[in-house]
């Protein structure tokens, strides 16, 4: 691997959360396992950069990404925490060699990536994911976080599961912070804000 899967720090509650300099943006916080993958062998490692135990269980999803122009993706594996997409992929992020991209650049290849092999934006929040499916994680201006903070609590309670933990800020001129010191190691370029913690 590349690099450990990059670790947000706690910031606690986001209505307690204190003003972050410069611009971000946020993204939902799902109850998940964070896992990578090798695009050219499909092959799946977990953020301890170990094989993934339970890949077999995204075989379907997997076939999605074959033949997509990223070497590494980081996603979330949606499988056994709740019975909400199984075996399904939400794609986050991705890395190559030169890690030059801010995190806005990033999305934006990510996002016409995506859009070119029909893979849909993870938008209908209230609504559950079906098995075995490929989704793009959606971001929103940090602007909208306390608006998507509590709507995602609601979308647990209408789906009655809890799917979402709360959001995740991530800073829009940050590199993907690259390290193979630990995979403990937590990054400031983004900071969770869940309910319960």
């Known amino acids: 691997m590349l690099t ?32 990578f993958v090798h695009v050219p062998s499909l092959s ?3 953020r301890l950069g170990e094989p993934f135990s ?4 995204f075989t379907v ?12 993706l980081d996603m979330l ?22 890690n030059t991209e801010n995190y806005v650049e990033r999305r934006r290849y990510l ?6 092999r029909g893979i849909a934006k993870f938008t209908e929040l209230n609504v559950r994911i079906a098995p075995e499916s490929v989704l793009l994680m959606p971001t929103y201006k940090a602007e909208g976080a306390a608006h998507l903070y509590e709507t995602l609590r609601q979308c647990n309670a209408e789906m009655g599961e809890e799917f979402f933990e ?23 370029y983004w900071v969770k804000h869940r309910w319960h913690f």
């Open 61 to 72: 999803a997997l076939e999605q990404l074959r033949g997509l122009p990223c070497e590494w």
């Open 4 to 35: 450990y899967p990059a670790r947000p720090i706690d910031g606690g509650p986001l209505h307690h959360a204190q003003p972050k300099p410069g611009v971000w943006y946020v993204e939902p916080k799902i109850n998940d396992w964070r896992a």
């Open 166 to 188: 709360g959001v995740v800020m991530k800073k829009a001129t940050a590199p993907y912070p690259v390290q193979l010191r630990g995979p403990d190691i937590q990054t400031a």
């Open 111 to 116: 996002e016409m990536v995506c859009a070119t």
């Open 54 to 57: 339970i890949a077999d269980k």
């Open 77 to 98: 594996a949606l499988e056994r925490r709740h019975s909400i997409g199984r075996g399904s992929i939400i794609l986050m992020d991705y890395l190559r060699q030169k």
């Open 44 to 46: 799946m490692f977990n």
